[in-house]
């Protein structure tokens, strides 16, 4: 009996421990078979989690976001972060959609990530101290995924090691865009430069009595209703019933709503067509719009305008302006204008886009021209100041700067970082807009230079940028007020011309109807 009981206490061990072993090795394989994601979000990079399918987070060491287009960029970036890393450095953050799906995004993406490298290795090799570390920051398809990338800029703002000492970038003007950039200058006190993103919602008004929007947000680019004065002040008056507005009313596109805003001036003369509303899907899908663009198209026929205001996203101007041209109505010609958003149109059309908005072969003059505001144009100053012996300083300082820039990019001494197209003016704004962030950490920094100077230090430096602390951006002057918006920085007429298939300069237009003021001095008031 006791025979009996020792085996069978002994085999209900034996039972017992290979029960463990068994679920031990299950555990194990489990571990090694399950994706690391179980009970987590999946790594895409150091610093960057997926999240709701696309990679969120920021990044300096490398990583591209699985955006081929930029895989050269990131890397030079990556090899001169970790050239700074053991010394005395502030860091920047570039902060917009880095997971674009389109060919056209993907390469306006690259223009703008350039853009800011090479003025982080132009910063790095001049003698102002400290120096720049330069990271990626993604916050998701149209910043839908901006509250994770705020909480994380937070960190790296209060950390010794990252320094963080501002944020740019913001390429969309959409409500999540006002959302972060509110959240980063009025909680966190980051100082913010805006490069790209031109909507009035996210200025600061202008005046002495004002209490600024968002406390330390200084931009490079004009806002739309200053490019909109640039535009009327370069065409001259125009009557009413000569021009018509075509707008999106898709809400929470605050770039569209500003623009529809800004086209919408008083013009003399007798009434003109009516508004010509349409609403889009979303910013990069036509849905349904070109049924309204045909439609509307008909009604502007009917009526005596030959300039049409569109404010909308570029892949809803490129479909109207074909669909007008397709409107049989007796020989009529229309200029389109638009805002800075479409800079980069010409990268949207096909051949037979070109032959649709020429119309009949031969003619002189093309059915329909897309003609509108971009912030900058490498053929800008040598064209304005053509036959000037002795240009002004306006137009000689930033004609000096884009042969500086061009020539870095030519002898390939800041390294392989892809095609470089000067002609979208993204690449330009952008390294204008980091340009200016140095020059503040600069002068934040006058009583102690190459220390790492505090947040609040640097965004005071916005509105000493003027007169004798002006920034000579390679788009222009760059001249803040005490809002920290630029003053009547220049924008480019440029027109596509369905004759040589190419993007034209036509001219300078600005915001107060003349140059800005010698050495840039801002007048009172603003």
């Known amino acids: 009996m006791l025979n009996w009981l020792y085996n069978h206490l002994w085999a209900t061990r034996l039972k017992k421990a290979v029960s463990i072993l068994v679920a031990a090795a299950v555990v194990t394989a489990v571990a090694i078979l399950v994706p690391r994601s179980v009970g987590g979000p999946d790594t895409c990079a150091d610093g960057v989690e997926k999240h709701g399918g696309e990679c969120i987070g920021v990044n300096g060491s490398g990583y591209d976001f699985g955006t081929p287009e930029i895989t050269a960029v990131s890397a030079a970036i990556a090899a001169e972060n970790r050239r700074v890393d053991d010394r005395p450095h502030i860091t920047v953050a570039m902060m917009l959609p880095l997971q674009p799906e389109s060919d056209a995004e993907r390469k306006q993406l690259r223009s703008d990530v350039q853009g800011a490298y090479l003025a982080q290795y132009r910063a790095n090799r001049a003698e102002q101290r400290p120096l720049l570390r330069l990271v990626l920051a993604n916050p998701g398809r149209n910043y839908g995924q901006q509250e994770r990338i705020v909480d994380r800029l937070a960190g790296l703002a209060s950390s010794t090691r990252h320094n963080l000492r501002a944020v740019t970038g913001f390429n969309l003007s959409l409500r999540n865009t006002v959302a972060a950039v509110d959240r980063l200058t009025n909680e966190l006190r980051i100082p913010v430069l ?132 397709e409107v049989p109505c007796h020989g009529k010609k229309y200029k389109v204008v638009s805002g800075s958003g479409a800079a980069t149109l010409d990268r949207y059309m096909s051949d037979a886009d070109w032959k649709k908005l020429l119309g009949d072969e031969g003619a002189k003059e093309p059915t329909v021209t897309v003609q509108y505001t971009a912030p900058g144009h490498p053929a800008a100053w040598s064209a304005a100041a053509r036959g000037a012996k002795n240009p002004p300083a306006h137009l000689a300082e930033p004609g000096r700067e884009l042969r500086e820039l061009r020539r870095l990019v030519a002898r390939e001494e800041a390294g392989d970082i892809g095609p470089v197209d000067l002609d979208d003016s993204r690449t330009m704004l952008v390294h204008d807009g980091v340009r200016t962030i140095t020059q503040a950490v600069f002068l934040a920094n006058a009583q102690s230079a190459g220390t790492v100077p505090p947040r609040e230090r640097v965004s005071a430096q916005w509105s000493r940028l003027e007169s004798a602390h002006r920034v000579a951006g390679t788009s222009g002057w760059v001249c803040l007020t005490n809002a920290g918006n630029p003053y009547d920085k220049p924008v480019a007429v440029v027109e596509l011309d369905p004759r040589t298939r190419k993007l034209r300069f036509v001219g300078l237009g600005w915001p107060e109807g003349r140059a800005q003021p010698k050495d840039c001095v801002v007048p009172s008031g603003t």
């Open 194 to 325: 805006i490069s790209r993103a031109s909507a009035d919602e996210l200025a600061n008004a202008e005046g002495r009595e004002r209490t600024p929007r968002f406390r330390g947000l200084a931009r490079v680019i004009p806002t739309n209703r200053q490019q909109a004065e640039a535009l009327a002040a370069f065409h001259g008056d125009l009557n009413d019933d000569e021009t018509v507005l075509v707008r999106d009313t898709r809400p929470d596109d605050v770039y569209v709503a500003s623009l529809a805003r800004a086209f919408s001036r008083d013009e003399p003369g007798r009434a003109g067509a009516k508004d010509q509303e349409f609403l889009s899907p979303s910013i990069s899908d036509p849905g349904e719009t070109g049924n309204d663009f045909s439609l509307i198209g008909h009604n502007i026929c009917q009526s005596r305008a030959t300039v049409v205001y569109f404010a909308g996203r570029p892949v809803h101007l490129r479909l109207f302006a074909l669909k007008l041209a």
